[in-house]
């Protein structure tokens, strides 16, 4: 999308500055040489490469809207995990529920606060619109909610008073053209509402090609070239529904930079498991990462942490400055986009680091019972495949599988089992308490498994219910967010 003079205008108004690259002497770079850092800059200092203009709507709507602020998503999840005693159970998808009279209070009073400030920030856009296309615009539709009143006695010195939850901003859009790719950008994202991990309004969003619109039989070859097995196909497809498609790009929220079909996420220091996919790619098919990363001015470390080239002074960034770099640069940010559509060998290194990492198959649990350690693995007790997308997607999505070892404790000592094997009989329960985002137990493409009716040991002290069987541990948690 070239710039109007139109938009320039409309830009100008409004204040924004468009990005001029300097041409600034470096030292000696560590990952770039002087030779390739000349030729990155120079490619992007090209007419048409980067262009900042406002979305198509501010045309005709005005370019000012109403966005949930990064200040009040962070005060959200504070007050949730401080206040409400939540921590490590905000589910990024959901609003947690009150559990008690004081909790539903609380909620209702920050309901109400939120309501006023989105009204107020859709005011306050509505009437900035105006201003900026010199013509009367339909008011927002909506009656005014109720003031909310000052934050609760019973709340003060629990957490600090909150900040606007909802703001007015000017989006922008970014479009980056790489020569044989062209993509648009927008920053600002919008977020449902509420949402606890906003972070970076400079941050943007493309779903990419999701998954969900795709057969088993299309993406089978991939994985296949990958090393996984059919059942492992069905499962990390099931888990990817909730993520991505191999070329989405997430810069806005606590992952700081997460790409890809599982949304693998850079992290504050500026590695993670992102890291790990570009350090594979980097050493599986050296040839095609220089392609699709160092020539437009990302690299990675050897031991997978980021590097950012600085676009505008020549510098490079590393870790967490590489994470600011690309959530600032979208031409940066973009270079995900481009590689997951143009090369295979980065959808397999998605899908190995994925195997790796976060399928839990292999992993090794342990807990206590009394003065002995029962230990063993996933596999031993988990044995079909929403068994596994349970885990996984709890793994994925918060680092660990949440209170397992806790349900699986009590668990072992309710049913007088022996050994960590015995736990398999109870695999319908277990998969029932740890479930997390989704129930993949109502997937009808994995394999389930089924309440075997195993009674409680005589000695257990537990009840049965009608069916002979006794009721399992209710859930205790379910892990940390992002």
Request: net charge positive; proline share 6%; aromatic share 10%.
């Amino acid at each position: 999308m070239m710039q109007t003079m139109g938009s320039l205008k409309l830009l100008g108004m409004m204040g924004v500055a468009l990005l001029v690259t300097p041409r600034i002497a470096i030292a000696q770079p560590s990952h770039f040489t002087p030779q390739e850092n000349r030729a990155i800059r120079a490619f992007w200092l090209q007419d048409g490469r980067y262009i900042v203009d406002l979305p198509e709507t501010a045309r005709s709507q005005g370019p000012w809207q109403a966005r949930q602020s990064p200040d009040g998503s962070t005060w959200l999840l504070n007050y949730y995990r401080t206040a409400r005693g939540q921590a490590g159970k905000v589910v990024p998808t959901q609003d947690p529920k009150a559990s008690d009279d004081l909790g539903k209070a609380w909620d209702a009073w920050v309901d109400a606060k939120y309501a006023w400030d989105e009204w107020q920030a859709g005011q306050d856009s509505w009437k900035k619109n105006q201003e900026a296309l010199k013509k009367s615009l339909v008011a927002p539709a909506g009656t005014m909610p109720p003031e909310p009143g000052p934050m609760p006695d019973s709340l003060k010195g629990i957490v600090a008073e909150p900040p606007a939850f909802v703001t007015p901003v000017m989006p922008k859009a970014h479009t980056l053209d790489y020569g044989d790719f062209k993509i648009t950008l927008q920053d600002h994202t919008k977020v449902r509402r509420k949402f606890a991990y906003y972070r970076f309004h400079e941050g943007v969003m493309d779903v990419g090609s999701p998954m969900r619109g795709q057969t088993i039989e299309q993406i089978k070859p991939l994985f296949t070239k990958a090393g996984l097995t059919e059942s492992q196909l069905r499962v990390m497809s099931a888990v990817s529904l909730l993520e991505g498609g191999f070329d989405s790009l997430n810069t806005y929220d606590t992952g700081f930079v997460s790409v890809g079909f599982i949304q693998f996420a850079s992290l504050r220091a500026g590695s993670g498991s992102l890291g790990a996919v570009m350090l594979r790619l980097k050493k599986d098919a050296p040839k095609e990462f220089e392609q699709h990363f160092r020539k437009f001015g990302l690299d990675v470390t050897g031991q997978g942490v980021m590097v950012a080239l600085d676009l505008a002074t020549g510098e490079e960034r590393v870790g967490p400055a590489a994470n600011e770099a690309i959530i600032r640069d979208k031409r940066l940010a973009g270079i995900f986009v481009r590689a997951a559509r143009k090369c295979d060998d980065f959808k397999i290194a998605q899908i190995r680091t994925a195997v790796d990492q976060y399928y839990p198959a292999g992993d090794s649990v342990s807990f206590k019972v009394g003065d002995q350690t029962i230990s063993g693995k996933i596999s031993d007790v988990f044995r079909s495949e929403a068994g596994m997308a349970t885990l996984m997607d709890r793994k994925v999505n918060t680092g660990g599988f949440g209170n397992l070892t806790e349900v699986m404790a009590e668990m072992f000592v309710t049913y007088g089992f022996e050994k960590f094997s015995d736990l398999a009989q109870l695999e319908f329960q277990l998969v029932r308490a740890m479930v997390y985002r989704k129930n993949y137990m109502e997937a009808s493409d994995l394999s389930r498994p089924r309440d075997l009716g195993i009674a409680v040991s005589r000695g257990s002290g537990g009840s049965r219910n009608d069916r002979g069987n006794a009721p399992p541990p209710p859930p205790k948690g379910s892990g940390k967010g992002k």
